[in-house]
Structures are given as C-alpha cells and as structure tokens.
C-alpha cells in the first residue's frame, strides 16, 4: 500500500450500500485528504453526535432520497468503540453496513496511547517511516523516540551544542509542527539526561513556539552588541531583566540558524530593535532585525515578503493548513501595503492577490467540505471554536473562557490591530493561528456558526437573521454541562468603557462562559469610501482609543481564557453590475445573492458568468449563493466597495488568537 488511506477506501466501494455506519474513535474518515477521496467517490460523511440534529439532517437529506427510489452513499461516523455501534438507532442497524477503524490496526506495532495523540496530517510520515524501517513491538518511550526521529526529524540523543538545540527547535516552531506534550516531555527528559542545557529554559521553549520566539528576541540585542560596535547598545547579560532563563549569547550567524532568522522578523514572529549606534554593513544580513524611523524598512520588509509568498504558496492539492499558514504570511503582506503609500505595492498585491485567490477558489471546490467534521483540537473552522473552548474547560476542571468576536475583521486588519496591542500592553501574549470562515461568508450564516458551535445546515430557520445567537450560544454550552444562567451573550460593542459594561453583563465569581461581539469594524467596513487603505487607518484609530486592550484586560482580570476571532473578512470590490431579479433573492449583498431553487440561481448566473454558483455545503437544503468572483461586486459598474460574502482568501480565513498575560520576572 502507498498510503494508510488505502485499506480504508478499499471497504468504500460506490452503490454497494446506501448507508454505512463506522465506528471511527480514532477520527480517520475525517482526516483531510481522506474525507476528500470518499467525497470523489460519491460518499456523503455525517457524524452521530447529537441525536436530534443527527435525525433532522438523515430524515430532510437522505431519507426522502432514499424514499424517492433514489440512490446516495451515507456514512454516517461515530467517534466510540465499534462494540458502542449498537447505541445507534435500530432503523439504522437495520438498514446499513458496519465497519470500524483504529489507529491500532493500521501501526500495529507502535504503542496506541502515544500514536492516537499525533496530528493526522503526520501520519503519511510516520507510516512511510514504518513502511521503509518496520518499527519492532514497541512500548511507550521506543514509540516516542521513533516518531521523534522519523516524524519530526530530531534524535534528541545527538544534540550536543547550541546550535543543534536551536536547528531543531527553529525547525519545530518555525514549521508550525506541534509536538504533542507527551512527546515534548520525551525531548526535554533525552536533552536533561545529557546534562548539556541544564541552564536552559527546556520546559517553555520546547513545547511552546512563542516562548521559543520571546527567548531568541531578548538575545536578539546581546548578539548585535557582539556583532558590530554598537556605541549604544551596552547591556549585558546581567544587566538585561530576561524572562527565559540561560545562556545570554545566541549563535545567530550560524548558517543553519541564520536561514531561519530572516523569515522571522520578516513574518513578525521576532520584533527589529532599535540600535542607532550599531555599525555594519548596509547589506548585512542583520539589518533586516534593526528598526529604523524611515520607510525604506518597510519597503525592504515589502519586497522580500513579496518574494517569501510567490514561492511558498499552496497549490490547489495543498492541505488546509498549508493555507492557514500561508494566509498569515499573506496578511503581514497586506497590512504592510495598505499601510504604505506607494501605489506601486497596491498594483502588485492586486495582481498576486488574483492569482492566489484563483488558486484558492479552485481548492475551495475540491477540499472545503472535507474541513467540516474535522476534530476541533485545532478548529479548522469558525463552528469549531466553541466545542474548542468546551474541551479546554471540560479538561481544566473550574476553568472559565471568554469569547470575542470582532464582527467583519479580516486578517491583515488583524495585524494592524496585533501592533496597536502591543503598544499598549507589552505584557499581552498573542497565540495567533488562523481559521476558516463559513461560506457565504454572510454574518447571519458565519458569526451564528461561531455561537451555534455547529454547522448552518442545523440552524435553517435562523439563517437570515442574528437575533437567535443568544439563544444557540446558550443551548451549545447547556449541551456541555453548564447552566445557561452562568453563561452570557452581549452584541454591540464597540467604544465606551468596558469596565463599566462588563460589570453590568457578568458576575464574575459565577459566570463562567462569555460570547462578546464587537462591531466596530463592520460599522467601518460598511461606510467606507477610501478602499482598504482607509480601512486600516480607521480600524487604527479606533484601537488607539483603547476599548479592545481594556476589554481583554478586564476579562483577563478576571480570570478567563481570553480568545479573539472574527467571523469573516472584507475585500476591496468593483461593481459589475446589479442584478435585475426582483424579488426572487433571498438575500441580495455586494458579494453574494442568495436564491431559495438551483433553478432561479441559474437563471441570474447567465448575466453574471464569472460569477460562481456555490454548492450548499453545510447549508440548509433550500440556500443556494450565488457569489462575485474574484475581487466582482454586485454594484453598479465603476462603483468600488469594501464588502463581504465571498470566497477570497481575504474573506474565508479568519484570525484566531489567544490571548494571555506574561508572566512578570
């Protein structure tokens, strides 16, 4: 077999069975690649979590299919013991097939406690490992060492010296490869047992990549003291007040560590310094870490992350993540463009832009339904966070979580508003990742998404409007084992003080869930004239008054797990024109119309060819978009507008942080 995918679609044969019933604990049939083989193969995948919402999708779905003479492949997963496929319902039994699939039958030989923790996308490496060096019978430890050294490349035994530390390190972090804690706890015991990094901050910086990035910034300074004669630069190891213990000295101009120090401060993991009396050369590598007052750094900066995207940007076969990934860089891009005022930048991020989003589209097509029944360790999705956030409280037993949803904020915006942040707290911890939106990318289908914790498709009669997300917020955390009394919704937030708007919504000694939206940015968003350009100077401005910052202060404050996310983005559009349809849109936005039939869609999409008539995926039955390609708009021609609705990378990928407070040295 060429893949562990293999033995799985084997047993997927089309029109062999109408209904299939797996027992999936180990979540393989959603892993990505394989939930898009079945989907090409004609199989509909559906996950038995809730009964109810279960019943309404197979009775409105599948059954008057099936009722009709009709045929279509379901497999219907649960996540529970093939023993537990008994707990299904009867005319389930009755009807369909049974399998069931484990990690366990596919690495027989390596211990299923530690293999079961591994993100599923790593498990291509690891059984190419196992295929071309056959692991013998396995416990815990000889299955850690083995994924550490044919998964993620490192042999913790052979590290000797700091740059081998910090190759592997950068390696892991920078990769965005996340080592499970076991298997973070294997490295640091191998490298504690050596005896040769006993001064390091092992504990922190191995398992978490922005305490790895605040070590190498507070040495950054020391090395360019060293490097050049900086008049200015005249703190010691001993002088400077270091959060992360050990050595003050860092082997930065190493080869295999400067390859990685470049990107670094050009995607903003590291911060440049200023040092005015350092002295290099103009060309020298660590210029790119020095901040200067003029707009030549920014321009560098421009340049070379231009370079950075045109060669590490996904294709239309690529993993979400690789796109995730790939969209952060892209908005440091963008912010850095909307924020100069060289009109030759705005012409070539359009240009990039169309390309990627074409690429994006196309990838769209093949791979966004796969994404939706993906476990929620790291939410995929904006329907994820919430069950995200109840898995964290369910494992830290008293925990509380607070939830903001910046309404309309796309990422590069985000960045903007990371800078202003960090001005005004430089105790403030940013754990940034990115998320898909729902699609259309409407506030009535995304943001409801968010509360709901579940799929539109479930909330039909509440998809034209916001005013049920109290009542799903309420009902998702009820469904988790907490009163719906210690839970609080409030929308409409915007300027004020927030102590004084908090103290009348939570008590913080019993509320233990919060759901906040924020709408300033979509108020921007839907009166702005000046493009997106003026979107980032606005949104800057109204972070400099200081609401955000004090908001997530507060919550903090009181003790909550602070998580910031928005519920879809915004993109600079030029109208082609405005559909003559009367009456028969449900919906009638800038990027999108939505029809009620396929039938009276089409009908509009033959005066709009370029536009892309999107399959309801995850959408109620009778909700058919219709959405602007590329950077379209349904608005009178020539007219220009910043909206939302469609599928851009701008508009589908949305910021996810977590926000935290440093802990004082």
């Known amino acids: 077999m060429s893949s562990w995918r293999d033995a799985i679609l084997n047993d997927f044969v089309p029109r062999v069975s109408k209904l299939t019933l797996v027992a999936d604990p180990d979540c393989l049939l959603t892993e990505e690649k394989l939930a898009t083989a079945l989907r090409a193969r004609g199989f509909d995948l559906i996950e038995f979590s809730d009964p109810i919402e279960f019943r309404y999708a197979y009775e409105s779905r599948y059954r008057s299919i099936w009722d009709k003479g009709e045929h279509t492949d379901l497999v219907v997963i ?38 079961e923790q591994l993100d599923r996308r790593l498990l291509d490496a690891l059984f190419e490992a196992q295929s071309k060096s056959p692991p013998e019978r396995m ?21 000797g010296n700091p740059v081998e530390l910090l190759r592997a390190l950068l390696r892991l972090h920078y990769g965005q490869l996340r080592l499970p804690a076991m298997l973070s706890e294997r490295f640091i015991q191998i490298l504690n047992a050596h005896g040769r990094f006993k001064a390091w ?48 000295s860092l082997p930065f101009d190493h ?7 470049d990107n670094l401060f050009l995607e903003g993991k590291l911060i440049p310094i200023e040092a005015p009396g350092f002295k290099a050369d103009a060309h020298s590598w660590v210029q790119i870490g020095i901040a200067r007052p003029d707009a030549s750094d920014d321009q560098q900066r421009i340049d070379r992350l231009f370079a950075l995207v045109e060669t590490e940007h996904p294709d239309a076969a690529a993993h979400h993540s690789d796109w995730l990934a790939f969209a952060l860089k ?66 830290s037993d008293g925990s509380r979580a607070a939830l903001i949803v910046v309404d309309g904020l796309a990422l590069d915006q985000w960045v903007t508003i990371r800078q202003e942040l960090q001005k005004q707290n430089a105790n403030l911890i940013m754990r940034e990742s990115a998320t898909f939106a729902w699609i259309p990318t409407l506030t009535t289908v995304s943001r409801q998404a968010i509360f709901a914790g579940k799929p539109p498709l ?67 968003m839907h009166g702005m004239q000046l493009g997106s350009a003026g979107m980032h100077n606005q949104i800057k401005q109204w972070c400099e008054g200081g609401f955000l910052s004090a908001l997530i202060n507060r919550l903090l404050d009181y003790g909550y797990a602070v998580w910031l996310t928005s519920d879809h983005g915004n993109i600079q559009g030029e109208g082609q024109g405005r559909p003559s ?46 959405i602007a390609a590329g950077r379209d708009a349904f608005v009178p021609p020539g007219q220009t507008i910043v909206g939302h609705g469609g599928i851009a990378i701008e508009e589908v990928i949305a910021p996810l942080v977590k926000l935290e407070r440093r802990a004082r040295p």
């Open 78 to 115: 649960l996540r529970l013991p093939d023993a537990e496929l008994e707990a299904l319902p009867y005319d389930l039994l009755q009807a369909g097939r049974q399998l069931s699939f484990n990690l366990g039958d596919i690495f027989p030989n390596l211990s299923y406690p530690v293999i």
């Open 139 to 159: 416990g815990d430890n000889a299955t850690k060492d083995y994924i550490l050294r044919y998964v993620f490349g490192i042999a913790p035994e052979l590290i």
């Open 201 to 248: 901050p092992l504990d922190k910086i191995v398992p978490d990549d922005k305490a790895f990035f605040a070590f190498l910034q507070e040495r950054w300074p020391v090395f360019l003291s060293q490097y050049g004669n900086a008049d200015q630069i005249t703190e010691s190891a001993e002088d400077m007040r270091c959060q992360y213990p050990g050595p003050a």
């Open 255 to 261: 080869q295999d560590i400067r390859v990685y120090i």
């Open 330 to 395: 892209w908005a440091e891009l963008s912010a850095l463009v909307h924020c100069s005022k060289n009109p030759g930048n705005s012409v070539r991020l359009r240009e990039a832009g169309d390309r990627f989003n074409a690429t994006f589209s196309a990838w769209l097509s093949d791979h966004y339904a796969s994404l939706i029944n993906l476990p929620p360790h790291h939410p995929a999705m904006l329907h994820h966070v919430a069950r995200h956030l109840a898995r964290a409280i369910e494992e």
């Open 458 to 524: 479930y909330f039909p009669a509440s998809i034209k409007t916001t005013d049920q997300e109290e009542k799903l917020w309420k009902q998702f955390w009820e469904g988790r084992g907490i009163s719906r009394l210690d839970v609080v919704y409030q929308r409409g937030l915007a300027d004020g003080d927030p102590a004084s708007i908090l103290e009348k919504t939570i008590h913080p000694d019993k509320t233990r869930v919060v759901g906040l939206v924020v709408d300033k940015v979509d108020k921007i």
């Open 581 to 626: 349809e009367g009456v028969i849109a449900e919906t009638r936005g800038e990027r999108v119309r939505v029809y009620p039939t396929p039938e009276l869609r089409a009908q509009v999409a033959q005066a709009f060819p370029c536009a892309c008539e999107w399959e309801p995926v995850g959408l109620p039955p009778d909700y058919f978009p219709l």
